[in-house]
């Protein structure tokens, strides 16, 4: 899975994982020092590791093109890989799609699942499965220092569509209008706390610095159900891992209970997790 950090990446692994794919890493390409101001290492290394996916940052330098394909190579020549799943979804700027065509030479697939989608569907999907995701870097003019930080949310979504129809900006930011940082998703066994952070602008971008950020539990206490009802074998959903009992009482439990029942949970995916990697 070529990881970004951002929301079209981690929607891109939800749905491929929900599809059958098997994915067994998550992988960024980088220059030999990365100073990404949207998507930071350090806050990648947490998100695999609520995901409870190995991260893998493959160095490219010029020419990239080469660079690429022999970092896809090895990764089809070495661990086996077949494909690679992107969050792309569409064409930028009328080019090629770059990973298609650095794959084609070395014999790996590509997977886009979000190839081609509407926009503000893509968006509504990711509230509606309860990622939780931070505007982190925006790009001038089309919009401003006070939208880093921002969650996005249904009011985020619609003034967004204000924003595209006064200039034209692609609603999920396709053409570099800004980028965003996952905090949270189905599939993470944590939450990413970002503890502080400051606001930091250029000439033509505003971008979050941060401070502090940790893995900390998940504290939902709203319903938990991503409609994917079936237990296993020891009576736990594998869709949101709460017990029947804990299903059926979660609309009469006080928050604290939630809180605690949301600890056990992150265990429980936990396990999970570490029961298909090591069967894989």
């Not at 690679?84 to 770059?98: H, L, M, R, S």
Request: contains cysteine; hydrophobic residues 40%.
């Amino acid at each position: 899975m070529l990881w970004t950090g951002g929301k079209d990446s981690a929607l891109a692994l939800y749905e491929a994982s929900q599809n059958g794919h098997a994915v067994h890493c998550l992988v960024t390409f980088a220059p030999p020092q990365p100073d990404f101001l949207a998507h930071p290492l350090s806050c990648m290394k947490l998100q695999a590791h609520a995901l409870g996916l190995p991260h893998y940052v493959l160095p490219v330098r010029e020419p990239f093109a080469a660079g690429y394909e022999t970092h896809l190579r090895n990764l089809r020549n070495e661990m086996g890989i077949d494909t690679v799943i992107t969050g792309d979804i569409a064409e930028v700027a009328g080019n090629p799609n770059w990973i298609r065509e650095r794959s084609r030479p070395v014999g790996m697939q590509v997977h886009t699942p979000l190839w081609g989608r509407d926009r503000k569907t893509l968006l509504q999907q990711l509230l509606s499965h309860r990622f939780s995701v931070r505007f982190s870097c925006v790009k001038k003019p089309w919009l401003t220092a006070i939208w880093v930080g921002r969650q996005l949310d249904e009011r985020a979504i619609a003034d967004l569509e204000i924003v595209r129809a006064r200039t034209g900006l692609d609603l999920c930011g396709e053409e570099g209008e800004y980028h965003t940082l996952v905090t949270d998703g189905p599939q993470f066994a944590q939450a990413i706390n970002l503890s502080s952070y400051s606001v930091r602008e250029t000439e033509s971008l505003a971008f979050m610095e941060i401070h502090g950020q940790a893995l900390a539990a998940k504290m939902w206490t709203e319903s938990l159900c991503v409609n994917l009802c079936k237990l296993d074998d020891n009576g736990v959903c594998l869709g949101c891992f709460r017990t029947v009992e804990e299903i059926a009482r979660w609309s009469q439990m006080a928050d604290p209970e939630k809180v605690a029942v949301n600890i056990r949970l992150s265990t429980r995916l936990s396990k999970k997790i570490c029961e298909v990697t090591s069967h894989e």
